[in-house]
């Protein structure tokens, strides 16, 4: 039981995990895909930061820090990676989606055969 | 935009490049670094456009340029990786020596800006590169949407 | 039919996901032994201060160096997506 209650954070990427992928499954609009994904990648973000917690833990940074218990630094530069590489490929899907609107006038996956194969 | 968003924008301006160059130079000492203080100088690059139109900006700082600064960028990167190839990729060769070369002791201290051997220097690299990169994605897809509207 | 199928794998998804967040470490106690070397030797190794950035340019550096070629590839796509006739990009 107390695993449970200790592990909420862990729940919440769950929560956030499974509505990032039902936003991407249920949805035909683009966009909308385009913030499924983003959510997703919220969710994994949250999932490195809250594996690398630790107890009453600092930051890890020796500067004006008060006490050497600090969290892990390691998941935290996966994170920074991670979200770096987020906006890039964010920002290469909203630049496809415009090519694809000009291209075909709308933004639905379904109608747009040309996207197929 | 209008002459409230032109005026406030002109004034926050200074504040958010001082404030991403700032994370970019202290990277090694204070939170932040390259992708940090880039980032957030781009978004004052963002700023720029959404209040004057990125035609007007782009008269100033041509994208050409931008993509020039951002290849310098990574190459400086890669340059840097490759100077301690001698031991190891992205050996940290400075450390120790006359340029950043200070070891501070274990534990928590003031700060000592002259730290860090290539990892200030990387910073450097890298918040050039994440700076052009961003504000030319941003000047792109700004340019790419006026065109299209001028279009229609 | 489609989506009958596609509600049945989203739940089993969803339910593997929750089980799983509970059988991760307890949270605030994870196992530390690379993390406690690098907070340990960071300012000795590296002389950075900020544990953090030595991870990301000094212990990880191919990490960055593969995220800095991801960060190049997408503006390059951009620019090239949006490249007129001439040439030029964007003009």
Known sequence: ?117 | ?152 | MRCFAANISLAIVIVFLAVSALLVHPFGDPPAQMDEYIIKHTQRETGANNAVTAVVFDYRGLDTLGEATILFTAVTGVVMLFRTRKGQTTR
């Open chain 2, 1 to 152: 935009m209008s002459k409230i968003v032109r005026t406030v924008s002109e004034l926050l301006m200074a504040f958010v490049f001082t404030f991403g160059l700032y994370m970019i130079m202290h990277g090694h000492v204070t939170p932040g670094g390259g992708f940090q203080g880039g980032a957030v100088f781009a978004s004052g690059m963002t700023l720029l456009v959404v209040a004057f139109g990125a035609e007007k900006v782009e008269k100033r700082l041509r994208a050409s340029t931008l993509s020039v600064l951002e290849s310098t960028g990574a190459l400086a990167f890669i340059g840097l990786a490759l100077g301690g190839v001698a031991v190891g990729f992205f050996y940290n060769f400075l450390v120790g020596s006359s340029v950043f070369g200070h070891i501070p002791a274990f534990g928590p201290n003031r700060g000592d800006m002259w730290t860090g051997g290539t990892i200030p220097l990387m910073n450097m690299a890298v918040g050039l590169k994440v700076i052009a990169g961003l504000s030319l994605i941003v000047f792109v897809m700004a340019l790419a949407v006026g065109k299209g509207r001028s279009e229609q």
């Open chain 1, 1 to 117: 039981m107390t695993q449970c209650i200790s592990n909420i954070p862990f729940l919440a990427v769950a929560a956030l995990i499974g509505t990032g992928l039902s936003i991407i499954v249920f949805n035909r609009n683009l966009i909308k895909l385009v913030m499924g994904i983003t959510v997703l990648e919220a969710g994994v973000n949250l999932f490195l930061v809250g594996l690398g917690y630790r107890q009453d833990g600092g930051v890890p940074i020796y500067t004006n820090a008060c006490h050497t218990n600090m969290v892990l630094p390691v998941p935290q530069a996966l994170t920074l990676t991670s979200i770096v590489i987020g906006v890039a490929i964010t920002a290469f899907m909203l630049s496809m989606i415009m090519v694809i609107y000009r291209h075909t006038g709308h933004i639905d996956a379904k109608r747009s055969r040309t996207l197929k194969g």
